[in-house]
């Protein structure tokens, strides 16, 4: 322990313990002109959102919807974990966001997409015209495709206004939508149309990414094939067109199963279809996602409680009022994008924006060009693109006139360095920032500061959101004490509106793999002895925030000790020549795991000796030796997820002479090579198999 830089946080560690030495962070105060005009500024909310008024304290979230029939009940907890919320309600979630809103917006606009190539005009949807063509697609879903409510079907599309439209004609039907991200392939497509049983799979032919025309159409073939080989045919495939009429794919439509949906929507033109009123506890969706082992878990997500949550929690968290232009850059194909982009604001009638493409394209300024001409008051993105753009053009967003009132982050933890550039720089020190921390398990928000009236503090979610009562319990089920400063399992003690109802077709994996851990008793019909297991590492300060590590298996043991890569990374971070950084665990005769280390540059900074010595001498000094990398190698890119998240597991592969196994999903499959080669020489010789723990490790699809 001696090693361990004697520092404020810095704690004895054992074995099960993560090792943390993090330093206290100062606050940050939202601006009296935003508190001004918040929708929830009003510190009653603790009180009302308390654990003396749960469950009732929903019914303020519930009662933002229109219902077709009130509820009974507000928590039926008979069958735990299996909670029912606002059971004997009825509703339409396409209702909700669309019709509902007619009689005072039908003019205003509903989506603004803006193409990737900037010659192309950008396109606003009115409420009116989202009605008219939510409406013409579900005829068509139910008439052409023979889609019912409780059906499912998969929609593998990229971030075009038809995706939100197909996906609103299926809730209209009550038909359960599963969007698959558009860049997934046609493998990773297939084996989720076959979970879900999926006869009709709804597609594109093509979109724009990073300049280039991507042939999308193509995947549709291979995600057949691997359906029909898993047991589940499919029986046509809609195609929607990025330009109607023109076809951009070079995949051959195949007759009897392959139709145009612009083509087909003709004969439905200007056809109302009544919204079906569904039970609050009908599925209204699957989101699939990956754990770190086993096949992709399909998030089932009911109508009424998830509606519930994300419109509440998009009114009081995000802030968001019908007169704001609301910009989240996450894609439609994630749950970030299902509650934060569709659902959440258009059921509070608000303008969201749709961009297709990739944000530093053609060059450094286009986000906030965008953000200029359309108007943009709410910015919402994740940490991996502030450090992107940051790296890009640290200086670019002064050169425009925009004005965020509002920012959220989200899908990783914040280095406390990059959160103030995305306050100073970003937010131009006007915005309010919202570190938001939750799971596509969970629907919408978990822990945030609520912006008019909890402060900020870089790197760190916050408390939890209004009736959400999170703990971190040990590996003994204790609690562990707030400002202890050691980290543990966060966990959340109680049910909530947005919580999934269960893994699509596997009562037992969600069981297991979200409740059995830290469950106090299984025959208990109590709320309180069923604690949600989140599978994510963080340490309670003693104001309560909380600050997330990660999962808690990205962890790299060293003689012992786990080290979180998260604060490795973070330590990296407070050089300023240093845009990104990614830690993997080598394997060590001696020490078992040793960290290694990836970094990228800032502009205008030359790769040398020198930095990569200045890294090691920074997480010396700020973690201590224990975590010294065995090596610091510096990359002109980090292998990345289309969704933006770094793939340890691929750096993790070629630190340990290890197969780096399929890397076609990837954003950038090219730049795996060209690291390989820097880190191991040009000829390497690659081992199939390592330990477990390095094929798991970072796994993200
Ligand atoms: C995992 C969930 C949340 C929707 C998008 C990702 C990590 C998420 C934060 C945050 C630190 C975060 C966690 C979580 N994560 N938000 N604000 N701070 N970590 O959804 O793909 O289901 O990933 O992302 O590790 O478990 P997801």
């Known amino acids: 322990m001696a090693e361990i830089r004697e520092s404020k946080a810095a704690v004895q560690t054992s074995e099960a313990q993560i090792a943390v030495h993090w330093r206290e962070e100062e606050y940050f105060y939202p601006s009296s002109k935003f508190v001004g005009q918040a929708n929830l500024s009003d510190p009653g909310v603790n009180e009302r959102f308390s654990e003396n008024n749960f469950p009732e304290c929903f019914r303020e979230y519930a009662d933002m919807l229109s219902w077709d ?59 009116q015209e989202l009605y008219v063509r939510v409406n013409e697609m579900a005829a068509l879903l139910r008439e052409f495709a023979g889609l019912k409510a409780g059906d499912r079907v998969t929609i593998h599309m ?102 145009f949906v612009d083509d087909e929507l003709l004969k439905f033109s200007g056809r109302i279809i009544e919204p079906v009123s569904m039970d609050a506890e009908a599925p209204l969706f699957l989101m699939y996602t990956s754990g770190s082992t086993g096949k992709p878990k399909g998030c089932q997500h009911r109508t009424g409680g998830y509606l519930a949550y994300v419109t509440g929690t998009s009114k009081y968290l995000q802030d968001i009022h019908p007169t704001d232009v609301y910009w989240c850059m996450a894609d439609i194909g994630w749950i970030t994008g299902h509650s934060y982009i569709v659902y ?12 297709e493409g ?42 425009y006139k925009y004005h965020f009132k509002h920012m959220t982050t989200v899908g990783e933890p914040i280095e406390p360095e990059v959160w103030r550039w995305y306050h100073d720089v ?63 399992n966060i966990c959340i003690r109680n049910p909530w509106p947005g919580i999934m109802q269960t893994i699509w077709g596997d009562r037992d994996r969600f069981v297991d793999q979200y409740y059995r851990k830290y469950c106090k008793d299984s025959k208990s019909k109590e709320w309180h002895d069923w ?3 989140a599978a994510d590492g963080a340490v309670l300060a003693a104001d309560g925030y909380l600050r997330i590590l990660g999962r808690v298996d990205d962890v790299i043991n060293v003689a012992g000790h786990r080290l979180g890569t998260k604060e490795i990374e973070s330590a990296c971070l407070t050089l300023p020549e240093i845009a990104e950084a990614a830690v993997v665990p080598v394997v060590d ?10 970094v990228s540059l800032v502009p205008g900074i030359q790769p040398s000796q ?26 002109p890119d980090m292998p990345k997820t289309r969704s933006g998240k770094l793939m340890r597991r691929v750096l993790a592969a070629i630190s340990n002479n290890l197969s780096t196994g399929d890397i076609t999903t990837l954003a950038n499959p090219d730049i795996v090579e060209s690291v390989r080669e820097m880190v191991q020489g040009k000829e390497s010789v690659v081992v199939k198999d390592g330990p477990d723990d390095l094929k798991q490790f970072g796994g993200v699809e």
């Open 69 to 127: 029939k009130y509820w009974h009940t507000t928590l039926d907890t008979n069958d735990p974990p299996f909670w029912k919320w606002f059971v004997g309600g009825k509703l339409n979630a396409s209702y909700n966001c669309i019709d509902r809103h007619l009689e005072k917006y039908k003019n205003k606009a509903a989506l603004i997409f803006v193409p990737e190539p900037e010659q192309e005009a950008t396109v606003a949807v009115t409420y």
């Open 158 to 259: 990229p971030m075009i206004p038809e995706l939100p439209i197909t996906m609103l004609a299926c809730a209209r039907l009550g038909v359960i939508h599963s969007v698959v991200f558009g860049g997934f392939s046609g493998e990773a497509c297939g084996r989720r149309i076959a979970d879900s049983g999926s006869r009709i799979l709804i597609t594109a032919d093509s979109y724009y990414r990073s300049g280039k025309m991507i042939d999308h159409k193509a995947n549709a073939q291979i995600a057949l094939d691997i359906a029909k080989q898993e047991g589940q045919p499919v029986d046509k495939v809609l195609v929607w067109r990025r330009y109607r009429g023109q076809y951009g794919s070079k995949a051959p439509m195949i007759e009897g199963r392959d139709y």
């Open 344 to 355: 959440g604001p258009l059921a509070l009638a608000a303008t969201t924006v749709l961009y």
């Open 358 to 399: 990739v944000p530093t394209f053609p060059d450094a300024g286009r986000v906030w060009r965008i953000a200029e001409r359309l108007n943009v008051n709410i910015f919402h993105t994740s940490p991996t693109a502030i450090r992107q753009l940051r790296k890009a053009g640290p200086d670019e967003p002064a050169k």
């Open 426 to 488: 970003v937010g131009k020190g006007e915005a309010v920032i919202v570190d938001t921390w939750w799971q596509t398990e969970t629907g919408g928000f978990l822990c945030t500061t609520k912006p008019a009236i909890d402060p900020m503090k870089p790197g760190s979610a916050g408390p939890g959101a209004p009736g959400i009562y999170p703990t971190v319990f040990d590996e003994n089920n204790e609690d562990v004490k707030a400002g202890s400063g050691k980290a543990g």
């Open 531 to 533: 604690p949600y297991f």
């Open 589 to 598: 005769d001696i020490k078992g795991r040793i960290p290694e280390v990836y």
């Open 610 to 635: 020198e930095i990569a010595d200045k890294v090691t001498k920074t997480i010396e000094t700020i973690i201590g030796k224990i975590a010294r990398p065995r090596k610091v190698h510096i990359v």
